[in-house]
């Protein structure tokens, strides 16, 4: 899951983010609202979590030029007012969630996947393909019973393969969906995370490598 989490409070910002990546989401920062934009623009990510009162370009205006955009994006507005006419003018704006600060963590977690399930074509909350059982909720994966000690990236790689139901992953998908804008798309970061996860699932092998295209389960 790749999340942008745009807060003017960097301390904060820093904090959700460190957060959001042990729950294994790929977390990308901007501390205002101009920078949101603009990585918005390059980047797909799953979910905007929004500071709706920032410096310079207002939130408000963030969130209706992506909500008019063509962007995927589930936005989850965060502000210091929750009466109920802050949040219908939050969701009138065009946001797809609205959440009071202060806020209890694992709420914002929750939110963050439900939203993201909503970004993607609908998959069941469990996710099987023959003795392989992922189970993103609560970071789990099985292999014919057996626990699989997964990173988080290889946790997040094995997902989006299982997701794909026997298609074709690029490894710039991959890498896109998986990692931060930190990631150096000329390393070898998935080519290296792939054949650790294809060793972690064991015999007889899983993972495909098709030629000149990605990967696939």
Same mark, same amino acid.
């Given at each position: 899951?790749?999340?942008?989490?745009?807060?003017? /409070?960097?301390? +904060?910002?820093?904090?959700? *983010?460190?957060?959001?990546?042990?729950?294994?989401?790929?977390?990308?920062?901007? +501390?205002?609202?101009?920078? *949101? +934009?603009?990585?918005?623009?390059?980047? @797909?990510?799953?979910?905007?979590?929004? &500071?709706?009162?920032?410096?310079?370009? /207002?939130? &408000?205006?963030?969130? %209706?030029?992506?909500?008019?955009? &063509?962007?995927?994006?589930?936005?989850?507005?965060?502000?210091? #007012?929750?009466?109920?006419? &802050? %949040?219908?003018?939050?969701?009138?704006?065009?946001?797809?969630?609205?959440?009071?600060?202060?806020?209890?963590?694992?709420?914002?977690?929750?939110?963050?996947?439900?939203?993201?399930?909503?970004?993607?074509? *609908?998959?069941?909350?469990?996710?099987?393909?023959?003795?392989?059982?992922?189970?993103?909720?609560?970071?789990?994966?099985?292999?014919? @019973?057996?626990?699989?000690?997964? =990173?988080? !990236?290889?946790?997040?790689?094995?997902?989006?393969?299982?997701?794909?139901?026997?298609?074709?992953? =690029?490894?710039?998908?991959?890498?896109?969906?998986?990692?931060?804008?930190?990631?150096?798309?000329? #390393?070898?970061?998935? !080519?290296?995370?792939? =054949?650790?996860?294809?060793? !972690?699932? @064991?015999?007889?092998?899983?993972?495909?490598?098709?030629?000149?295209?990605?990967?696939?389960?």
């Amino acid at each position: 899951m790749r999340v942008l989490v745009v807060e003017d /409070h960097e301390e +904060l910002a820093e904090t959700v *983010a460190s957060g959001l990546r042990r729950e294994g989401m790929a977390v990308d920062l901007a +501390l205002d609202g101009a920078t *949101a +934009l603009e990585r918005a623009e390059v980047n @797909g990510y799953d979910v905007v979590v929004l &500071d709706r009162d920032l410096p310079g370009v /207002h939130g &408000d205006r963030v969130c %209706r030029t992506l909500a008019r955009g &063509d962007a995927r994006a589930r936005v989850l507005m965060l502000t210091a #007012s929750g009466t109920v006419a &802050d %949040r219908v003018a939050g969701l009138g704006l065009g946001a797809d969630d609205y959440l009071a600060k202060p806020f209890a963590f694992a709420e914002l977690v929750a939110r963050i996947r439900a939203l993201a399930r909503r970004a993607q074509p *609908a998959l069941p909350p469990v996710l099987v393909r023959g003795e392989l059982r992922v189970d993103p909720a609560r970071r789990e994966a099985t292999r014919a @019973g057996s626990r699989l000690p997964l =990173s988080p !990236k290889e946790f997040a790689v094995l997902e989006l393969l299982m997701a794909a139901q026997g298609g074709v992953v =690029s490894a710039e998908e991959l890498l896109e969906r998986a990692w931060d804008e930190a990631a150096d798309p000329f #390393s070898q970061t998935v !080519k290296v995370t792939v =054949s650790r996860l294809r060793r !972690k699932l @064991g015999e007889p092998p899983l993972i495909e490598t098709v030629e000149r295209a990605g990967y696939r389960l």
